[in-house]
């Protein structure tokens, strides 16, 4: 199945070598060894932990609680040393910027969310509705949809409404869609899900290119493979997280819910029976389709799946409403340039402002801030942002992320070494 996707790649590969411009940092330093196995060892066990305590059914234990705790501590050292490197795996000191913090925040927020959904509407479509998994596939494409059709649009709203506002009500209708999936039963008509799909694709659309707009025009230019690295990982981890969180979440209230029922069983294929739904309706099969017990716990695991989604896309839909405060709170309304225009008109008689941006260190993360709505224009923002009008044509190819996400929503483990070399 995953070689469907090597003509695309091969393709997209080329497409890149034609049209593309050569970019390069001066600067490049040397690989960040120690960084690089940090930050895997950390989001390794981090995720592990997560993923044990779904399981589990139980967040206290030694498994949990150590794995969890030694990954934090992992991480703590990994910002800590980052940030005293010159040449970093991962620039930590970039966040201290608001307009990039909150935009990384928000593109994990949507990523957070949408991986989450597609792992257990997966389940949903296959083991509660009977759809078969190229089906199951085939019901996501409005999510793309939603995606082709806004993220186009996103860099006029930008200029009409400034990047804070676009990308809070982007947010806001990614948790409305969420909170929608609560309509869904087992017998709901199927276009109900089709239109939340397209909803909430519409909403990462509207966020994802201003929202990959704003952390690139904080970096600097020839430092702009830092910036996308940056933005890749954020998707990655967010994505790992996701699937680990809520899928732990929907493991653990499908067990509350379906343990009642299983008291008839025999211990060994009670066990069996509340590993997840697929694992239930194998247990279901072998006491017999036709027998009143087949049927009676075919139908009980549905009911239990169908709840336990309702509490994991609720938990969902608050985790991203959170998401929209941090960013009405911290996200600068306009970017660079739209300030730039603002505040030149009435210094124009004072001083005649620089024609050229004045060049900017490699290793200066820490100073390079972009402009707040009413506050000064650094020469770095200006230069980096002077494409913004143009920017959601440059990432409206990630309109259709959500095909190809959709292969990956059980593979957290596998976005655990996401931390890649930022240089570039």
């Known amino acids: 199945m995953f070689l469907l996707n090597v003509p695309f790649t091969a393709a997209g590969a080329a497409a890149v070598w034609l049209v593309v411009p050569e970019s390069k940092n001066p600067d490049p330093g040397t690989i960040d060894f120690v960084g ?32 969890i705790a030694a990954g934090l501590a992992i991480l703590a050292f990994f910002a800590w040393y980052e940030a005293r490197l010159r040449y970093p795996s991962l620039d930590v000191r970039l966040f201290r910027n608001p307009r990039l913090s909150s935009a990384i925040g ?16 997966s389940f949903y479509l296959q ?15 409005p999510f793309a949809a939603g995606q082709m059709l806004m993220a186009p649009r ?4 930008v200029r009409r409404f400034g990047t804070r506002m676009v990308v809070a009500s982007g947010l806001l209708v990614v948790a409305v869609a969420l909170a929608g999936y609560q309509t869904l039963g087992i017998t709901t008509p199927i276009w109900v899900l089709g239109g939340l799909f397209f909803i909430q694709g519409a909403g990462m659309g509207t966020v994802m290119p201003p929202a ?18 940056l933005t890749n990982t954020t998707r990655q981890v967010a994505a790992a997280l996701g699937v680990a969180v809520l899928g732990s979440i929907l493991a653990q209230a499908y067990r509350g819910q379906l343990g009642p029922h299983l008291t008839a069983l025999p211990a060994q294929a009670r066990g069996a029976a509340e590993g997840s739904i697929t694992a239930t309706q194998a247990v279901a099969a072998r006491l017999g ?11 009980f695991a549905d009911t239990a799946f169908v709840h336990a989604m309702h509490i994991t896309t609720l938990i969902s839909a608050v985790i991203t409403l959170l998401g929209v405060l941090v960013v009405v709170i911290w996200m600068p309304g306009r970017s660079g340039r739209t300030a730039q225009a603002t505040v030149a008109a009435p210094a124009a008689g004072a001083a005649q402002a620089p024609t050229h941006a004045e060049p900017v260190p490699a290793m200066a993360p820490a100073q390079v801030t972009a402009a707040e709505p009413d506050g000064p224009v650094t020469p770095a923002a ?4 002077a494409g913004e009008a143009g920017a959601a044509g440059s990432y409206a190819g990630e309109a259709g992320a959500a095909g190809s996400y959709a292969g990956e929503a059980g593979s957290a483990g596998s976005y655990a070494a996401a931390p890649a070399r930022a240089e570039g």
């Open 36 to 67: 690089v196995l940090a930050s895997i060892a950390g989001l390794v066990l981090l995720v592990y932990g997560i993923i044990q305590g779904g399981e589990k059914g139980s967040w206290v234990h030694v498994d949990v609680l150590g794995s």
């Open 106 to 121: 928000a593109l994990g927020m949507v990523f957070f969310g949408m991986m989450g959904a597609l792992f257990f509407l």
């Open 127 to 141: 083991s509660v509705r009977g759809y078969t998994p190229l089906q199951a596939g085939l019901l996501s494409l």
């Open 154 to 157: 996103s860099a006029g709203l």
């Open 212 to 229: 990959t707009e704003a952390v690139m025009s904080v970096v600097p230019r020839e430092r702009a493979g830092s910036g996308s690295a």
């Open 289 to 299: 389709a036709g027998s009143p017990a087949g049927r009676d716990l075919a139908a």
């Open 382 to 385: 200006v230069l980096a942002s």
